[in-house]
């Protein structure tokens, strides 16, 4: 293999750091979308565009922030804030992400998709009347969540 590492043998970690200085570096970087908690939309793109997130920046319920999970990227919606805690989930599935990523923990957010070589833009999908959609959507599955967690402990 002339020394090239196997691709299969590269700890996920290392790749995740790697990704990671890419995007500090260049501030942006397009990644295939893998995976179907975000539903049709996203699994049909050829790729996500990822803009990196400053330090002190905010994301508004509606945005699709990226965060790491067991040594993976994960780009789910923006449902509710709560201080530094995001309530994230993805859009085909009916459960939040617990536990519940901090700011210092959001990577970026997912600016565009890739279909068929055209660049498409998200900005618009996080207009400001449509948070409230978000914040109530974050509030009902968080409500969901509760409740379910209460069943499971209270019934047999």
Not at 4 to 30: C, M, N, W
Not at 68 to 76: K, P, S
Not at 128 to 152: E, I, N
Request: cysteine-free.
């Amino acid at each position: 293999m002339n020394g090239v590492p196997d691709p299969q043998k590269i700890p996920p970690g290392i790749v995740l750091e790697t990704l990671r200085s890419v995007l500090r570096e260049k501030g942006e970087v397009a990644l295939p979308a893998v995976g179907f908690s975000m539903g049709p939309r996203f699994q049909a793109a050829e790729s996500l565009v990822i803009r990196t997130s400053s330090p002190g920046q905010r994301f508004s319920p509606g945005a699709i922030v990226v965060f790491e999970r067991n040594d993976r990227w994960v780009a789910h919606r923006l449902w509710l804030k709560w201080g530094e805690i995001h309530l994230t989930g993805g859009d085909a599935i009916g459960s939040l992400d617990w536990p519940a990523p901090q700011r210092n923990a959001l990577d970026g957010e997912v600016v565009a998709l890739w279909f068929h070589g055209q660049r498409i833009g998200l900005e618009s999908a996080t207009v400001w009347w449509r948070q409230p959609r978000w914040m109530a959507g974050g509030v009902l599955r968080l409500l969901r969540m509760l409740f379910l967690k209460w069943v499971r402990r209270n019934l047999p």
